[in-house]
């Protein structure tokens, strides 16, 4: 359910201790998603100043929406290649239907993860029970020696750990003595901090992966630098310790991500990701003819998405600067 970047967000280089890491701040912009209810989303990954943080290649932060007023969430089936999607709420309640035949609930404090691979589609609409609609969706773009693989899709749900002031769900990946058993195709992290008021955490991490931190509410101070709600800092490899410090008076909410650096170059576009523009228009003309890669949504009242028309230009890949 991406939409093609226009405008690059802002970045803000961190101006703290000369001893700390430097801490890059990505700001959000507004993005409308498509269908016949467009709901709107903060999303701090892709931009122009960053693609990647490890292979967490899209970050789309939404809510709290209340539904009655903006109609909550209600994505048409649509497919997807090359990629996992990952969905984590807050707090509300989302219905997922894919072509594997797959019927969960997505809820606050579980994981669905969704493997793309060569193709699969799916549907997400908010649930008559949802008041309020709040979370984040999140993608992995799979190395090119899983890309094509089996399409799938798994749910679990962390326990809490807690490290200091901090209460931690680990969705994926190890941090915090704590590890999920969800596979990934290339070392991840993704983890849920909840930060107790004027609370400082240190948190051993590992030194191989760069790291984001998605601020939901609160301020923290990730490792010296300032995050407001909505910003992701983002942090290089070589950091072995990540030091969180809740400034504000109230619980702070954080969903932390890493991973090894993503070192190949990736083909982007709309809800496609490949290595080519060929591989991206190969792909929507078989959704376009409603061809088998992508199979079927049953149980979803309503049309299917449509793709929207290819640029006239040759897509591009898209590439990182090079990590600190």
């Known amino acids: 359910m991406s939409n093609v970047e226009v405008d690059p967000a802002e970045l803000r280089c961190a101006t703290a201790d000369h001893d700390l890491p430097q801490v890059d701040v990505l700001s959000a912009r507004d993005v409308p998603l498509g269908g016949p209810r467009a709901m ?7 931009q122009r100043a960053r693609t990647l943080i490890g292979a967490w290649c899209f970050v789309d932060h939404y809510g709290p929406d209340n ?29 997922h239907r894919d072509s594997l035949g797959s019927h969960a609930l997505v809820r606050p404090g579980e994981l669905n993860l969704m493997t793309g691979g060569y193709g699969i589609s799916h549907s997400e609409a908010s649930t008559t029970r949802t008041t309020i609609l709040h979370g984040v969706q999140l ?4 190395p090119e020696e899983h890309r094509h693989t089996d399409r799938d899709f798994r749910h679990y749900v962390p326990r809490p750990v807690r490290v200091g002031g901090a209460e931690i769900r680990v969705f994926l ?18 983890a849920e901090l909840v930060l107790e008021p004027r609370s400082t955490t240190t948190l051993p991490v590992e030194a191989a992966f760069e790291h984001g931190l998605l ?9 010296g630098t300032l995050l407001r709600p909505a910003e992701l ?3 290089g490899t ?23 650096p993503f070192e190949e ?46 640029p006239h230009a040759t897509i591009a890949p898209r590439k990182n600067p090079t990590h600190r």
């Open 265 to 310: 170059h990736i083909v982007m576009w709309w809800n496609f990701i490949g290595r080519s523009h060929q591989d991206i228009a190969e792909a929507r003309e078989a959704w376009e003819n409603a061809s088998d890669r992508f199979g079927g949504v049953e149980g979803y009242d309503g049309d299917r998405l449509p793709a929207p028309a290819l």
């Open 233 to 235: 800092g983002y942090l």
């Open 67 to 95: 539904v009655a007023d903006t109609g909550g969430m209600d994505v048409p089936p649509h497919p997807h290649t090359g990629l996992q999607t990952v969905s984590w709420l807050f707090s509300g309640e989302i219905e």
């Open 173 to 190: 990946g190890s941090v915090a003595g704590d590890t999920s058993p969800v596979r990934t195709f290339t070392p991840l992290l993704g």
């Open 40 to 46: 709107t989303v903060r999303r701090t990954l892709p």
């Open 238 to 260: 070589g950091i072995d310790t990540l030091t969180l410090t809740n400034e504000t008076d109230t619980p702070a909410r954080a969903v932390l991500l890493g991973g090894t």
């Open 215 to 223: 601020v939901d509410q609160g301020d923290v101070r990730m490792t």
């Open 139 to 142: 993608w992995v773009a799979l």
